[in-house]
């Protein structure tokens, strides 16, 4: 059995997404298996909720589990930046992004998101052309190096790299759990075992390179604020250094106090407290940033 996602920082959603109007439009641009959703539906009687997911499948768990609520939830299936892109409902009042990976990708979606399962190396959140096997069997030595270092903050990115080349020729890497391994013999032995598997950081570089998550996250910086219904607000939730830098420089650049329009509600980012990292340790490295658009706002 496949255990539901659990969604971090609720509290903190909650106390700051707070809609200025009695019948808000909330957009969850990432709907995931619709925790949030749920909250805020819950919440405020009068508002309607329109989660984004470029996953098909994660966007029809969230409406399963969604049902009861009826008109006041829709599900779109896209990446939140094309889809704010080219928004045609009102103004939403609350904007909400999750940047996590759900649990399901991990334990349930079979794509090889996991180093501990024998998957396909695939890795794809939405049905985008190449994928995490593509991208570890032709990048040349040097390329593959720089994606692991970028997007991974890895180390020994050299060495793995170079260890991926030699074990590719003539047996291209097909499943998760071979790539781990190879990876693991490329570290040195003092540092294989560490608080993180060896593979961790390699596994977010390639799952950051196929989806092009920080190119969409700073496409999605440029349009979602601007979106905002006036008195409206956006709220990122970040898991690793390279996501939250994104969003704090964007935020900063459209802080009143420098020049900007919006308000900055999070001076610092809020993270969980002792107590849900205790319960949902995926939660650890969560912060939370939030912005205000003005109720007078020129565009």
Same mark, same amino acid.
């Given at each position: ?16 997404? &707070? ?7 909330? &957009?969850? %641009? +990432? ?13 405020? @009687? /009068?508002?309607?909720? =329109? ?18 609520? #009826? ?16 928004? +045609? ?5 609350? =904007? ?7 649990? $399901?990708? $991990?334990?349930?979606?079979?794509? %090889? ?18 994928? !995490? ?7 040349? *030595? ?7 270092? /970028?997007? #991974?903050? *890895? ?11 030699? *074990?590719?020729? #003539?047996?291209?890497?097909?499943? !998760?759990?071979?790539?781990?391994? &190879?990876?693991?013999?490329? $570290?040195? !032995? ?17 799952? =950051? !390179? ?35 830098? =994104? ?18 509600? +999070?001076?610092?980012?809020?993270? @969980? ?13 969560? /912060? ?12």
């Amino acid at each position: 059995m496949i255990p539901v996602h659990v969604s971090v920082m609720p509290t903190q959603v909650m106390d700051y997404l &707070v809609p200025q109007v009695d019948s808000p439009l909330i &957009v969850d %641009g +990432t709907l995931g298996e619709g925790g949030h959703s749920s909250r805020f539906l819950e919440a405020y @009687p /009068k508002a309607r909720v =329109i989660g984004i997911d470029a996953d098909s499948v994660m966007a029809g768990r969230a409406s399963e589990r969604l049902v009861s609520w #009826g008109n006041r939830f829709q599900a779109k299936i896209g990446w939140t930046d094309e889809v704010l892109q080219t928004w +045609t409902e009102d103004a939403p009042d609350i =904007i909400l992004m999750d940047l996590g990976i759900s649990i $399901y990708h $991990y334990e349930g979606r079979g794509r %090889g998101f996991s180093f501990r399962s024998d998957e396909p190396l695939d890795m794809r959140l939405g049905d985008q052309d190449q994928s !995490a096997a593509d991208l570890v069997n032709t990048l040349p *030595e040097q390329e593959l190096a720089d994606v692991i270092y /970028k997007y #991974g903050e *890895e180390r020994f990115s050299r060495r793995i790299a170079r260890r991926i080349v030699e *074990e590719r020729r #003539g047996n291209p890497f097909e499943d !998760a759990a071979r790539l781990a391994a &190879v990876v693991a013999t490329a $570290y040195p !032995a003092k540092a294989r075992h560490g608080r993180l598997h060896a593979a961790t950081r390699t596994f977010q570089a390639l799952r =950051i !390179a196929v989806n092009g998550e920080l190119d969409r996250l700073e496409s999605l910086l440029k349009t979602a604020p601007q979106l905002l219904a006036p008195g409206g607000r956006l709220g990122i939730i970040s898991f690793h250094s390279l996501e939250d830098r =994104i969003v704090k420089h964007a935020f900063r650049g459209m802080d009143k106090r420098f020049g900007g329009q919006f308000e900055v509600l +999070t001076r610092k980012p809020l993270v @969980p407290d002792e107590e849900e990292c205790r319960q949902n340790p995926p939660s650890r490295s969560a /912060k939370f940033r939030v912005i205000e658009k003005p109720l007078e706002f020129s565009s």
